[in-house]
């Protein structure tokens, strides 16, 4: 079921940067404010489409990339290529190549994981940072350390995933069931109509050759990434929680704020599970907006 990306007022243009074409999904005036959305796994630059349709109203210029492993045109096999700098260059990269000197940053899942890191390394590049799901590293890294939390147990899937082959025959098992059953699991109703285009396009994009291989690389290369530099964020922070997640805690969720040094708004969402861009799209960009609006 393919995705009418007009309906959002969004169009698609491929971008090439570092030896390799993304496909990105772009909306709004060009001259308007400039923002970068950061899909998660196993996700596409579409679960951002119906909060772009927000935005765009707002004055924003937005694009949303299909990441590294997600563009077809992206897809090095290596681990190593995988890691944190690799994964930030991209996304400054295409920054540059949109011409954004500085920029709002939004991400969701691995993509919030990511912007962490890119205004931590290069905060003189940001307006403001905005993550939706995802802790401070060292907040995770604390909560997963503490033994109070359930952060240990919430995370376990990762060294699942980590692992060689198997979780690729398992997520891809009938051609993608077992990709719909972990949306079902982890909390979005897959039955619902509202979801069934972006549901498709993850599993098709995931069905392509090597990309769930590269998608899983990101997990695999966690042990490889340069850490060193991790402390506190300095640019104006709105970070996005939903009670329901499954993957990340309340422990690190309220820890956040004790390493951002700037100006600071955590919003927690009752009752939605960890796929807050599909399920809440409206509340979700217009919190966005008020954020990237004030800062």
């Not at 990511?114 to 802790?135: D, G, Q």
């Not at 069931?177 to 069934?196: A, C, H, N, P, V």
């Not at 098709?204 to 506190?232: I, Q, V």
């Amino acid at each position: 079921m393919a995705i009418d990306d007009s309906i959002y007022g969004v169009s698609k243009e491929n971008v090439d940067v570092r030896g390799y074409t993304f496909s990105c999904r772009t909306a709004g005036n060009r001259a308007g404010e400039p923002v970068l959305l950061l899909h998660g796994f196993p996700e596409t630059s579409a679960s951002w489409l119906s909060a772009m349709a927000v935005l765009k109203d707002q004055g924003f210029f937005l694009v949303a990339p299909d990441q590294r492993g997600y563009s077809p045109g992206a897809r090095p096999l290596l681990i190593e290529a995988y890691t944190m700098d690799e994964l930030s260059m991209d996304v400054f990269a295409i920054a540059d190549h949109f011409g954004f000197e500085t920029f709002h940053l939004i991400g969701h899942d691995w993509g919030g994981g990511i912007a962490w890191m890119m205004a931590l390394k290069h905060p003189e590049r940001l307006k403001t940072l905005n993550v939706v799901s995802t802790p401070h590293p060292l907040a995770l890294l604390q909560a997963y350390t503490s033994g109070t939390s359930d952060q240990g147990e919430k995370s376990s899937y990762m060294q699942f995933f980590q692992q060689e082959s198997v979780p690729e025959e398992m997520l891809l098992a009938n051609q993608g069931d077992g990709l719909r059953m972990m949306f079902k699991l982890s909390g979005l109703d897959t039955e619902k109509k509202e979801y069934q285009s972006q549901l498709s396009e993850y599993i098709d994009t995931l069905l392509e050759p090597h990309a769930m291989t590269c998608a899983l690389n990101w997990y695999r290369a966690m042990g490889k990434s340069d850490m060193s530099f991790l402390g506190p964020v300095e640019i104006p922070t709105l970070y996005i929680w939903s009670t329901e997640d499954v993957a990340l805690g309340r422990e690190a969720a309220e820890a956040t704020e004790n390493f951002v040094n700037a100006p600071y708004r955590f919003e927690v969402l009752e009752g939605l599970s960890h796929w807050i861009p599909e399920e809440a799209p409206e509340i979700m960009a217009n919190l966005l907006g008020q954020h990237m609006k004030v800062s």
